[in-house]
């Protein structure tokens, strides 16, 4: 029957524990922060308040996504290394500045037609999708943005994108942040896009000047 | 001796290679899907607006200190 000492069970049994190994460890989920690669423009000094941090309305709170394996058994976990709360809060407010916008705290002095973004976090999940022999990691994001003016402005909209990465190792941890870099920089670029919109549909809105917002005690803050 | 050989490494394919080893695969049936940047994204096409700001608020003058009933209860 079995004779252990064979060289090739052995070695079958070495590769089996290294192979399956890798989706049974939790996987750290980093959060990226760079801008956009093509920054969109035409803030034009108009003031825009971020409310920090967004809402959480996750289902799933304790992880940002998991690993499974070839009959896709939950296995371990992705673990988001921050707070995403927090960290949507500022890649918006960063990227915001960037498009030209004066970005304002809540408590800051400001014109009273100056857009005030509230977000909430409904989704960031990051998991394998298997085929047969194919498969790939998605990276679910969806985000809802409800603004408001002290001139009477009172709109809402959601952002859902999905980051995907294939043709990797899905157990490590480079294709996770891939997908999930993704879907940030799709997302990030939807809701800027979205501001600017809104915005130049209504030009009372966002007069400029106040003071900024100062991302350094968020990110204080956040830690 | 040799079937057992066989399906070891059959098993060994699906719980170990086949949940690490992945290719090109696309969501299907998710809303709008560009390959290129490995991104689809089904975000609304509109904001809902619910209510819509006053017409001459650029023209009010000062800054408020963030208070939207202060600014309401100006006279």
Not at chain 1, 189 to 203: F, S
Not at chain 2, 5 to 30: E, K, N, T
Request: hydrophobic share 40%; net charge negative; with cysteine.
């Amino acid at each position: 029957m079995f004779q252990l000492r064979s060289p090739l069970l052995l070695l079958l049994l070495a590769t089996s524990l290294l192979s399956s190994a890798c989706a049974f460890s939790n996987i750290d989920l980093t959060l990226p922060t760079r801008g956009l690669e093509h920054p969109v423009t035409g803030g034009n000094g108009r003031q825009v308040v971020v409310v920090s941090p967004f809402a959480d309305e996750r289902e799933t709170k304790w992880r940002c996504g998991m690993q499974t394996n070839g009959y896709d058994m939950d296995t371990a976990d992705a673990v988001c290394q921050g707070d995403p709360n927090v960290w949507l809060a500022q890649i918006l407010a960063n990227e915001l500045r960037t498009t030209g916008f004066t970005v304002l705290t809540p408590d800051a002095p400001h014109k009273p037609g100056a857009l005030r973004v509230e977000g909430s976090l409904a989704k960031l999940f990051v998991e394998p999708i298997h085929g047969f022999w194919t498969g790939s990691l998605e990276a679910d994001l969806f985000v809802r943005l409800r603004v408001s003016s002290d001139t009477g402005l009172e709109a809402d909209r959601g952002f859902f994108v999905k980051g995907w990465r294939g043709g990797q190792i899905a157990s490590v941890t480079g294709p996770y942040n891939i997908a999930l870099d993704r879907a940030t920089q799709q997302t990030l670029e939807e809701m800027v896009r979205a501001i600017v919109e809104l915005m130049d549909k209504y030009p009372q809105l966002g007069d400029a000047g106040g003071s900024s917002f100062d991302l350094t005690n968020s990110e204080a803050a956040a830690r | 001796m040799k079937s057992l050989v066989v399906a070891w490494v059959w098993v060994l394919a699906s719980l170990g290679l086949s949940a690490c080893a992945h290719h090109q695969a696309v969501p299907r049936d998710f809303g709008r899907i560009d390959s290129d940047k490995g991104i689809s994204t089904n975000t609304d096409l509109e904001w809902t607006i619910r209510h819509e700001p006053s017409k001459d608020a650029a023209s009010e003058p000062g800054d408020n200190l963030g208070s939207r009933a202060n600014h309401l209860l100006t006279p």
